[in-house]
């Protein structure tokens, strides 16, 4: 009143403001944060610095149960201050495993103008989409036609991290990976796992071959099948290479009984299968259990389905997987061109040995084209793929150690981590391609 001039505002001056979130609660949250296993994407693109939390963290709300639990006895942030700070200081994500979308589909659904062109190519693939859902049925059938038939669908189960379970014990530390090639009869119901961890081999077309090799071998033993139509997903580095295509093409030519096999790749985005209940069934039999070692895998398939019988198990180490690089080599003619990419079906026939017969398309009256294949001349694939064992990350044997020490994984499982070996050259990421990848 006596200048003509409002009072100084003192409001958030004094001691920082009432509400204000102290400095050491928030050193003590980011230490939290940077303690959790952040690892970056599946493909490590160069353009991009942003690094994931395992899927187990789920969300942000799942995110700030874990840090409270962190500090029971201490002043932590509430979920709306958790929540700004966490996303305004840190180019960190949940991951979220990639499915397969159809960008058509997606496409056709959207209600932007569209060219007679893009109309046209969106009704061929809805034709497409239906008859190859079509032609998949008839298959799984067709046994009861033809008993000297056999259609199976087989696919890589995510990553079965270890130790896996919803204890909030297991939040802060990098899991050790166990992989499980499953192979579904639709005829007969058998189900199959090719099981095997980080440590004995990698999950790459050799690998699958190699899963897909033993299976063909036993069905041959069988002496009344004659035919195998396989379906798989059209996942480019494991099942839609040369190397599968190469490896059916030499399992044919040492199966005493089988005549004919094809393999059909199912349209991204449209890839429901048989075999992906194998993955549901092992899934639910995990619920409220906590699988602490790699070696309690097996028996958790084996016990996981009861009728109308159990899962087979086959239990893989390094020196069980071959090398198809030899047999590639040769299948294929120098400078041959092969758009692996716009392959729908592939089939092998014994009396066209040198031959393979090839459809862009599973529309009826679809005509197949030859591809003219080299000579094998005896050649066989490479023995003993991995002679020891792979090494796993210094950060993640840490981890794992340090669940050792505190003994929150049992005494009786120590050995299995302890013996692993470790190199610093060997880089985390996450163990499936995360939704944001391209």
């Excluded at 058998?190 to 190699?210: F, H, S, V």
Aim: proline share 4%.
């Amino acid at each position: 009143m006596t200048d003509g001039f409002a009072k100084e505002d003192c409001r958030g001056k004094i001691g920082g403001g009432r509400n204000k979130t102290s400095e050491v609660i928030i050193e003590e949250a980011k230490d939290f944060i940077l303690s959790l296993p952040l690892l970056p994407s599946h493909y490590c693109r160069r353009d991009s610095t942003k690094l994931y939390l395992p899927g187990e963290f789920k969300n942000i709300t799942n995110l700030h149960r874990v840090y409270q639990a962190h500090f029971p006895n201490k002043k932590t942030m509430s979920f709306k201050v958790f929540s700004a700070w966490f996303h305004k200081y840190f180019n960190i994500g949940f991951h979220i495993p990639k499915k397969d979308k159809c960008v058509l589909c997606i496409s056709a659904k959207s209600y932007d103008c569209k060219t007679e062109e893009e109309m046209n190519i969106i009704m061929k693939h809805q034709e497409e989409k239906e008859e190859s859902y079509k032609r998949f049925v008839f298959h799984q059938k067709l046994n009861k036609i033809d008993n000297g038939t056999v259609c199976a669908s087989f696919d890589l189960q995510k990553v079965l991290n270890t130790p896996h379970g919803e204890s909030m014990l297991l939040y802060y530390t990098r899991k050790f990976s166990v992989y499980n090639l499953t192979i579904y009869e639709s005829n007969t119901q058998l189900g199959i796992c090719n099981t095997w961890t980080e440590a004995d081999a990698k999950r790459g077309a050799n690998e699958i071959a190699t899963c897909l090799l033993a299976y063909l071998k036993d069905v041959d033993k069988r002496g009344y099948v004659k035919q195998v139509i396989l379906y798989c997903d059209s996942c480019f580095g494991q099942n839609k290479n040369k190397s599968i295509l190469a490896m059916l093409r030499y399992a044919l030519t040492i199966c005493e009984n089988i005549n004919n096999i094809q393999i059909n790749y199912l349209i991204p985005g449209h890839t429901y299968m048989p075999v992906d209940s194998m993955h549901a069934t092992i899934e639910n039999s995990l619920k409220k259990t906590i699988v602490w070692a790699p070696s309690q895998w097996p028996t958790i398939m084996e016990l996981a389905r009861k009728n109308p019988e159990p899962y087979v198990v086959n239990v893989m180490t390094g020196k069980d997987f071959l090398g198809f690089e030899n047999i590639v080599e040769r299948t294929y003619k120098k400078n041959q061109t092969i758009n692996i990419s716009k392959i729908c079906t592939v089939t092998f026939h014994k009396k066209h040995a040198n031959k393979m017969f090839v459809k862009t398309s599973m529309l009826p009256g679809t005509e197949a084209t030859e591809i003219q294949l080299g000579p094998l001349n005896n050649v066989i694939p490479k023995q003993n793929l991995y002679t020891s064992k792979l090494p796993i990350s210094q950060k993640k044997y840490t981890d794992l150690k340090k669940m050792i020490d505190k003994n929150l994984i049992p005494e009786r499982f120590a050995k299995e981590y302890l013996s692993l070996k470790t190199s610093t050259k060997v880089i985390d990421c996450l163990p499936d391609t995360d939704e944001e990848d391209d």
